[in-house]
């Protein structure tokens, strides 16, 4: 199957930022779409970014022009630049990956443990 580990998070302070990791591991045939929600406490997990395994980006309007995604393929690992950070960013951030496994004839959807992200003074 396929394991996806975050790592990255932190206490930062406003204005500051975070580099977020995911890299996925395990019998791996194919590795396509991968992004990052969060859910803050008392809220719904929301989207925040999303990356093609050709490149192609997409941002949500709250981190628009702040947060930038990327990945590097060989590695099979997905990052989450976060600057300017805000209060409200604070947040449990989730990787999420499309993959197929060796041997399956399906793609599938893989989540990460979470890794927090708090903004505060």
């Known amino acids: 199957q396929v394991q996806l580990v975050e790592s990255g998070g932190g206490l930062v302070q406003p204005g500051g930022s975070l580099r977020l990791s995911c890299a996925a591991s395990g019998s791996i045939f194919s590795l396509n779409a991968m992004g990052w929600f969060r859910q803050a406490p008392g809220k719904q997990r929301e989207w925040v970014a999303a990356?093609?395994?050709?490149?192609?980006?997409n941002y949500a309007s709250s981190v628009k022009g702040r947060f930038t995604i990327s990945r590097d393929n060989a590695k099979n690992t997905v990052y989450l630049q976060m600057n300017s950070l805000k209060p409200e960013d604070t947040a449990v951030y989730y990787c999420?990956?499309?993959?197929?496994?060796?041997?399956?004839?399906?793609?599938?959807?893989?989540w990460g443990q979470g890794t927090q992200v708090t903004v505060s003074s």
């Open positions: 999420n990956a499309e993959a197929r496994p060796l041997g399956a004839p399906y793609e599938y959807d893989y």
């Open positions: 990356i093609t395994s050709g490149g192609s980006t």
